[in-house]
């Protein structure tokens, strides 16, 4: 089970940082990532993270301003959002799979039930 928090409104500018807390799996075994849906948009990947965190991966459209971390000991990632922009708004999800390329290319095995980001201009 996935379980995203850490939402809400934010002026244009602003951070945020989105969390991610896992259960009922072996966490540290996961690649976890997060993907967003803007309304009236297709769903998106945002970023991914490797099992131990060695290796992360952005959309063109968030590299420099999102950093996506993890902790093992406590069975969260989490995404760092710097410098929002109202074209950021969206519905955030995070996932998990085995394999770091299913979350880059194509849909994960794993989604949490989201969180909405508003950015205000």
């Known amino acids: 089970q996935l379980v995203e928090s850490g939402g809400g409104l934010v002026q244009a500018g602003g951070s945020l940082r989105l969390s991610c807390a896992a259960s009922?799996?072996?966490?540290?075994?996961?690649?976890m990532g997060w993907f967003r849906q803007a309304p009236g948009k297709e769903r998106e990947f945002v970023a991914a993270?490797?099992?131990?965190?060695?290796?992360?991966y952005y959309a063109d459209s968030v590299k420099d301003r999102f950093t996506i971390s993890r902790d093992n000991t406590k069975n969260t990632v989490y995404l760092q959002m710097n410098s929002l922009k109202p074209e950021d708004t969206a519905d955030y999800y995070c996932v998990a799979d085995e394999n770091i390329v299913v979350i880059t290319t194509t849909t994960p095995g794993s989604w949490g039930q989201g969180t909405r980001v508003t950015v205000s201009s």
């Open positions: 993270i490797s099992w131990r965190g060695g290796s992360t």
């Open positions: 009922g799996r072996t966490f540290s075994s996961y690649c």
